[in-house]
Each structure stands twice: as C-alpha cells, then as structure tokens.
C-alpha cells in the first residue's frame, strides 16, 4: 500500500505544531506545500498531490489541515486504515467527529473518476463539499466508491485557525455563489446531477478559474 500525505501551510506555527506530534514514519511521505508567502488556497494545494498521485500511481492521498493535533498513535492509526480498505470499493476515508475533513483519505480511483479539486473555491471553503458531491452523484450512478467514517486518535485546535491566524482574508459569499451554480443548491440539497446542469459535462469539469493566483500553480479539470 503506498500514500502520499498533503499539508497545506499558511501559517507556520500551526503546522510545526501538527508535526510535532506526527509519528516519523508519515513524514516520510509528506508534502508539505509552504503557501505562507505566496497562497495557492487549499484546492490548489491538494491538486499538487493529486498530480503525484496519479503520476506515480499511488494508492492514496491523505489531506491533512494544520489544525489537527495527534494522540500518541500520531498518525499511524489512521494510516493502518488504509490497508483495510480496497481504493477501488471505498474511495474516501473520512475521520469521524471531531476531525472529520481534517484529515481524510482519498483513493486513486476516485481522482481518476472525478478528477481534481474545484480551484475555483479560492482561497478555501466548500473545496470538499464540491468533491464530496462528486463522489455522491457516481455513487448514485452506481460506479463510485464508498465514503468510509472511522474514528482515529487526534482532534482539532479550531475551525479555521490558520486562515484567522495568519490573516487570510476570503469571500465566503463568491465560494457559496460558486457552489449554487454549479449544484443548484447548498451541500447536501443539490438539485444539479451534472455541473451547473448541463448533462453533457463530466464530473470531473470545472472551468478555468476567474482570479489568476488560484491557477498560478494549478491547472484546471483534468
């Protein structure tokens, strides 16, 4: 079984923290993407793993927030899940509460099914949701991957810590307006099947992004 780890940082004392408690054998396969000079947003950072994922063919990518603090298993519990699990049945691999998408795997096959992640959600907000939606429509298409919830020794510092600690501003607002016009709805009350409901455009489509820093290191779609 072979992972590759993905760890966006914009502020660096949030993630010295997180890696203190990170067991040495997952740091090993870290990537730690530094967005404190320059922010690429979240999308845009997990892509940059995404890409290696799917260019080595590796089993997994795990995303990881700063915000997350190991117990003593620091890390390798979660890890272990990985192996339980076929990447082909079970595409996502979601810690339960109080982690949740702070920590979470996903599966190649999923990458290679709904392809990367939405940088129009620039610098961050609903990224997750719009993968999660994908991930539920091929479900419902009966091809996609089950989304797995298991629980793991570590917790959270707080919602949203690095942005508020490291001064980001965003718009949740542009993000929400985004996420309606491609899926008719809130997260969890889409009305749109396809994206922005054209039944012609794979899962995997979203168009290039307006503001120029989210494609600055990122492509778009596949």
Known sequence: MSYLIVLPSIHP???????AGMAPA???RLLLVDNSTLNRGLAASWNLGARVVLDQRLDWLVILSAGT?????????????????????????????????HLMAWSRPMLEGIGLVDCNFFPIYLDEADACRRVHVAQAEGWGGEWEKEPVDAWVT????????????????RSLNYYLSKWGGRSGDERFARPFNDPNLPLWFWPVPPDPRAVEHEGWGR
Not at 69 to 90: C, I, K
Not at 158 to 173: E, I, N, S
Request: hydrophobic share 35%; aromatic share 10%.
């Open 158 to 173: 707080m919602v949203g810590h690095a942005t508020k600690l490291a001064g980001v501003r965003y718009d949740w607002d």
């Open 69 to 101: 603090r190991f117990g003593p298993a620091g890390g390798e519990d979660f890890v272990a899940l990985l192996d339980r699990y076929d990447g082909v049945s079970t595409w996502v691999i979601e810690s339960e509460a109080p982690v949740n998408q």
């Open 26 to 28: 997952l740091k090993d």
């Open 13 to 19: 004392p949030s993630t010295e923290r997180c890696l």
